[in-house]
């Protein structure tokens, strides 16, 4: 059974850094893109950024340009979000999830496997 692992959420004032990890089966690692996701309470969840199969391929969020940075370890078969200037607005619960395909999309449907999800808090 395909499983992904997240780690590395936890409290932080705003300006502050946190890496998440997710860890996964390697079955899926090796065939798919990777992509995180994030939802606050009462609102949808939203796509924050994304990592082809090959790692040359990223994608962004407007809204965390510049301040995140998606990563692979193919060895490892972990996936990381190092996040900087971190903002209360970027409080929610981080999801870690498996492409359907080798290439970066931005829509949730185009990802077929989920983590639990890892919980960020950013105070001001």
């Known amino acids: 059974q395909v499983q992904l692992v997240e780690s590395g959420g936890g409290l932080v004032q705003a300006g502050g850094s946190l890496r998440l990890s997710c860890t996964t089966s390697?079955?899926?690692?090796?065939?798919?893109?990777m992509g995180w996701f994030r939802q606050a309470p009462g609102k949808e969840r939203e796509f924050v950024a994304g990592?082809?199969?090959?790692?040359?391929?990223?994608s962004y969020a407007d809204s965390v340009k510049g301040r995140f940075t998606i990563s692979r370890d193919n060895a490892k078969t972990t996936v990381y979000l190092q996040m900087g200037s971190l903002k209360p607005e970027d409080t929610a619960v981080y999801y870690c999830a498996a492409g359907r395909s080798p290439m970066v999309f931005k829509f949730a449907a185009r990802y077929d496997t989920w983590g639990q999800g890892t919980q960020v808090t950013v105070s001001s």
């Open positions: 390697g079955r899926t690692f090796s065939s798919n893109s």
């Open positions: 990592i082809s199969l090959s790692g040359d391929g990223t």
